[in-house]
């Protein structure tokens, strides 16, 4: 295992810049980093060959003096994201040998900025999960175990590979989606650094599409710097995507000065769910001293609807999943299953490709949106979901940015939750209220937990104030000065 | 308010997929617990409340009303499980 499997982002970057490694030798390092860790099954697709050519193409821009902000960076992509002529699953069967003929948006912005593909991470079927248990590709397992005990453990989800990489120095950054808390919670499980851009920041173009109000992308790192400099290759203004936001994208780096003093942090009162455990509420308060200290005022806020905001969410994802899933009918693309007729070889096609959970949430957003109980679901959703952003809107008029704890619990053992999925759900209910209302919101590694598991702490913004979420989460990373890492159990070399 | 099979069986034909009578039973429990947890929505007074059906606050963009695309039949084509000499084929629809 070579040192440069090490680097973060930026010290890969000053690296290359100053011509101490090619772009070739720190792909190939990764390369041989992710052979030696299929115990994690971070990966559904290694695409190494794709990675040497576009690392050696890299070297020779440097050489003639182009360089991207991510040249020769090589990084994870999530399975939702459409590579061009690489196989894109999003955890499903139903999308068996799917090629797409087009890179997603996100994607094309990061090889335009000179970033080189190690492969497509493995996560939840269709985004649809809080611990990558519902791949069609197998559980992806947790870096961290605790000390002690054998048990493998879930890495979060629905990014839970990009973030199970990250973690074990496999690759060094990621990038995710974020629906309810599928960048943000895994972070948190595995001790890295995920951000959730505002809904409008990333184009959603060529990213499969689970719950189009509520989808975005973002950047899975190990350092709050690191985020910061992929963000700002992913991101833009991109006419394909109706509900891209044209906006400056702003140096993102420039952002983070250390500096909090006088910033105004709210601390919502809503966010002390029950059954909370005191070392998530320590850690809490522990955030709160800490920026305090740093010369932060601290102010008490109110976010009355938090607690509807995770059964609105599975009222709304649902009703757009089961909307975007009525694609895959084994016509166009994917699994085909032979029937008598089409809507006989439909019905086998969609009962083979998809997996429980992804069946659960379709059939529960098909019912919602059915004739009769679409006012008294749907449309109370919609409202229910208008209150939850008025909340935040009136919290913002008082203060500059939000800290939470990112998940009521460290990672659980695989298998332990599941059987239940109202408890599985439950994974993604300090997450979910950012997703409703379309805010930004950064998942900081902050410490370990009583029996050495991490714990992330949250800071949520403004809409398109990504920069004062990054500021705050860059001062709580220094602050907290998290160096914990994981026992290598599953390296192979 | 609990679903009951018929309901669940309904709702899968309308989704298209096929459920057995064995997975029946079970996501109609599943099911029925997630909507009886959801319905703690009714206690939230919605009374005069707009429904939010956008994320971001934005006028819907327009463009010209003219083909940006196209000419691109092998790549719409690449992925197709049955094709038949340039089209997507279908079990028959009409006798």
């Known amino acids: 295992m070579s040192d440069l499997t090490g680097l973060s982002v930026s010290g890969a970057r000053e690296g290359l810049a100053k011509g101490d490694f090619t772009s070739l030798e720190l792909t190939e390092a990764h390369i041989a980093a992710i052979d030696a860790a299929d115990g994690l099954n971070a990966f559904v697709s290694k695409t190494p060959d794709l990675a040497r050519e576009r690392a050696a193409l890299s070297d020779k821009r440097r050489a003639s003096g182009e360089a991207g902000l991510m040249e020769g960076i090589p990084i994870g992509v999530k399975d939702l994201f459409c590579t061009e002529g690489v196989l894109t699953t999003a955890g499903s069967h139903i999308l068996d040998g799917f090629e797409p003929p087009y890179d997603s948006t996100v994607t094309a912005n990061l090889w335009r900025e000179g970033a080189v593909m190690l492969g497509k991470t493995n996560m939840d079927e269709f985004a649809m999960g809080s611990s990558n248990e519902t791949s069609y590709y197998g559980p992806v397992l947790n870096p961290w175990r605790r000390p002690g005990d054998n048990r493998s453990l879930v890495p979060g989800g629905s990014s839970g590979g990009s973030a199970a990489a990250v973690a074990a120095r496999i690759v060094p950054a990621a990038i995710g989606t974020d629906t309810g808390g599928s960048i943000r919670q895994p972070a948190a499980f595995t001790g890295t650094v995920g951000l959730k851009p505002t809904y409008g920041r990333c184009s959603r173009w060529g990213i499969v599409a689970f719950a189009s109000s509520l989808d975005q992308a973002g950047p899975m790192a190990r350092s709050v710097r690191d985020c910061a400099i992929l963000l700002r290759a992913m991101a833009g203004f991109d006419a394909k995507d109706s509900t891209s936001v044209d906006t400056p994208v702003p140096d993102y780096e420039a952002a983070l000065t250390g500096e909090v003093t006088g910033l105004k942090i709210g601390i919502p009162a809503e966010y002390k769910v029950d059954g909370m455990p005191g070392e998530v509420e320590r850690l809490w308060q522990q955030g709160v001293d800490w920026l305090r200290g740093a010369g932060a005022e601290i102010v008490d806020i109110s976010l009355p609807h938090t607690r509807y905001a995770l059964p609105t969410y599975y009222i709304v994802a649902p009703a757009e999943a089961s909307s975007n899933l009525a694609r895959y009918d084994g016509v166009r693309y994917g699994l085909r299953v032979p029937g008598e007729r089409l809507d006989d070889m439909y019905e086998k096609t969609r009962a083979a490709g998809f997996g429980a959970e992804v069946k659960r949430r379709v059939l529960m957003g098909t019912y919602v949106l059915s004739a009769g109980y679409y006012d008294a679901y749907y449309l109370k959703a919609q409202k229910v979901r208008t209150l939850i952003k008025r909340d935040f809107i009136e919290a913002f008029e008082k203060v500059d940015a939000i800290l939470t704890p990112t998940t009521p619990t460290p990672a659980f053992a695989v298998g332990e939750r599941v059987d239940d999925p109202i408890a599985m759900y439950l994974n993604d209910i300090l997450t979910v209220p950012a997703n409703m209302a379309g805010l930004p919101g950064i998942s900081v590694p902050a410490g370990l937990s009583d029996d050495g598991l991490p714990l992330g702490l949250q800071v949520l913004g403004k809409a398109f104030d990504e920069e004062t979420v990054l500021r705050v989460g860059h001062v709580l990373e220094g602050a907290a000065a998290f160096d914990a890492r994981p026992d290598p159990w599953w390296r192979a070399d | ?95």
Do not use: Y
């Open chain 2, 1 to 95: 308010m609990p679903l009951d099979k018929a309901t669940v069986a309904h709702i899968a034909k309308l989704a298209r997929i096929e459920i057995g009578d064995a997975d029946l039973e079970a996501l109609t429990g599943e099911l029925s617990g997630i909507l009886k947890w959801i319905e703690q929505l009714s206690e939230v007074d919605t009374e005069g409340v707009e429904p939010m059906t956008s994320a971001v606050q934005m006028t819907l963009r327009r463009r010209a009303d003219k083909v940006t695309d196209g000419n691109c039949r092998d790549k719409v084509l690449a992925n197709v499980p049955v094709d038949a000499d340039g089209f997507f084929a279908v079990p028959k629809v009409v006798e």
